[in-house]
C-alpha cells in the first residue's frame, strides 16, 4: 500500500495532533483528526519553540504566521533567585537565525494553535475515544457514538493516552512539583526584554518570556507540592499562595506574579521511556510517546519534529509495519536523550544554595558557544534519517 492510498486517523488536535494533520496535508496522506472537546480552545500558556521545532512549521505555511503573533527571543538569561545576578546569558536572536537558518520564538500556545488550523483540514470535534484496537487488517479507533476504521491509527492524545493504554501499562508519574502557569499584560511591568528568564533558587524556579507579539509575558514557577497531584491545565491556584511561595525572591520576578488577576495550577508529571511506540497498526506521537518534563523547554518541540518524520515515513510507505519501524527508530534515541536531560535539569535547577549551586553556576557562566547546541537546534527533521520505502 503506497503512501497516497493509506487513511490515517489521528487522535487529539492539541499541537501533536495538529502539526501531524498539517504534515500529512503537505505530503498527499489522507486522513481525518478526531478531537474529544466540543471546541478547540486553549488555556493561556507559553510555548518556547527551538529552531528545530520552527523550520518544520516555517515549511507548514506558518512562518507569516509566526513572525505576526510569536517574539523572536534574543537571549537566554539564569538569574540568581534572591539578588537577581545573572549566572549566564545565551545570546539567540540574528545568531541563531545565522548558524540554525530558523529564530527561537516564544509564542502563545493558543496563538501556535490557531495558526495550525489554519492551514489545515476540519477537525472532528466531541468525539470522546473509549478504546484503540489493531488486526491484521487494520486499525480502529472506538468511540462513544461509533467505530472508525483506519489503516494507521495515531495516538496524539497526550499524557494519558487511550492509544498508548493499548500498547503499554504504564502509568504517568509524579514529580513531586507543580506548575503555576499565567499570561500578565506587558503594560502591568515596568520594561522587559525579548528574551527569556529564569530565576534558579532552592526546591523551585521559575520562567518569565514574551508572547502575543510583545503584549503579554507567559510565566511558569514551580513548588513543590507532595500533596498536589491534579493534571488539570485548569485547575486554580491562588496569587498570594505564588507570592508566599516566592517569598523573599527577587522583585522583578515577584512583579510578574503580582501582576496575574488569576492563575493556574499544574501538577507536573511524565511516564518513563518505552522500548517501543508502535503495536500493529497504532502508533504514537509526542506526549503520547514521551511525554517528559518541562524543564527543558522542549516537549512541544519534539512532538512537532515526530510530526513531520512520521508524515514522511507514511507518505513513503509500502511496507507499513516498516514504516512505523523506521520513525521509532528515528525518533526514539534522540527523544529519550531530551527526555533524560528534562529529568536532569529539573534536580540542576533546583539546587540548594551550597557548594554544588556554586559549582553549577560556575560551569553556566563559563557559557559555551551557540554552535554547541547544533544536536538539538540544528536537527532537520525532513532530513533526518528514517524509513524511505521498502529494501532500506
Do not use: K
Request: with cysteine.
Amino acid at each position: 500500500m503506497s503512501g497516497n492510498e493509506l487513511c490515517v486517523a489521528v487522535l487529539g488536535a492539541g499541537v501533536a495532533g495538529l502539526t501531524l494533520s498539517a504534515a500529512l496535508d503537505r505530503v498527499g496522506v489522507r486522513h481525518e483528526v478526531y478531537e474529544q472537546a466540543p471546541r478547540l480552545t486553549e488555556v493561556g500558556a507559553g510555548i518556547q519553540l527551538a529552531p528545530n521545532a520552527v523550520r518544520v512549521l516555517d515549511r507548514l505555511g506558518l512562518a507569516e504566521h509566526l513572525r505576526t503573533v510569536a517574539v523572536r527571543i534574543d537571549a537566554i538569561v539564569m538569574r540568581r533567585w534572591d539578588d537577581g545576578d545573572t549566572i549566564c546569558r545565551q545570546p539567540l536572536g540574528a545568531e541563531c537565525e545565522r548558524i540554525f537558518g530558523a529564530a527561537y520564538y516564544a509564542v502563545h500556545r493558543a496563538d501556535l494553535l490557531a495558526g495550525l488550523t489554519s492551514v489545515l483540514s476540519a477537525v472532528q470535534l466531541g468525539r470522546r475515544c473509549v478504546r484503540a484496537e489493531s488486526d491484521v487488517d487494520g486499525a480502529q479507533l472506538v468511540f462513544d457514538d461509533g467505530v472508525v476504521q483506519a489503516d494507521v491509527v495515531v495516538g496524539a492524545d497526550g499524557i494519558h493516552s487511550i492509544v498508548r493504554d493499548r500498547i503499554t501499562p504504564d502509568r504517568p508519574r509524579f514529580s513531586g512539583q507543580t506548575i503555576y502557569r499565567a499570561v500578565v499584560p506587558a503594560d502591568r511591568l515596568a520594561s522587559r526584554r525579548a528574551q527569556v528568564e529564569l530565576f534558579l533558587g532552592p526546591g523551585q524556579h521559575a520562567v518569565v518570556y514574551p508572547v502575543a507579539g510583545g503584549r503579554q509575558f507567559s510565566f511558569a514557577a514551580t513548588v513543590p507540592a507532595r500533596d498536589w497531584t491534579d493534571e488539570s491545565w485548569t485547575a486554580s491556584g491562588s496569587v498570594p499562595e505564588l507570592l508566599a511561595a516566592y517569598q523573599g525572591w527577587h522583585p522583578d520576578l515577584l512583579e510578574v506574579f503580582a501582576a496575574a488577576s488569576t492563575v493556574r495550577r499544574w501538577a507536573v508529571h511524565d511516564r518513563n521511556v518505552i522500548p517501543r511506540w508502535s503495536d500493529g497498526r497504532l502508533t504514537l506521537l509526542g506526549d503520547a510517546a514521551h511525554p517528559m518534563l518541562p524543564f527543558f523547554a522542549q516537549g512541544a518541540n519534539q512532538a512537532i519534529e515526530d510530526a513531520a518524520v512520521l508524515a514522511r515515513c507514511l507518505a513513503a510507505a509500502d511496507d507499513l509495519a516498516a514504516a512505523l519501524r523506521g520513525y521509532e527508530a528515528e525518533r526514539g534515541p534522540r527523544t529519550e536523550r531530551i527526555h533524560r536531560t528534562s529529568r536532569e535539569n529539573g534536580r540542576l535547577l533546583h539546587l540548594p544554595d551550597g557548594r554544588e549551586q556554586q559549582e553549577r553556576d560556575r560551569q553556566m557562566a563559563g557559557g559555551m558557544p551557540l554552535s554547541a547546541r547544533a544536536w538539538l537546534y540544528g536537527y532537520d527533521a525532513d532530513e533526518a534519517p528514517s524509513y524511505q520505502g521498502s529494501g532500506t
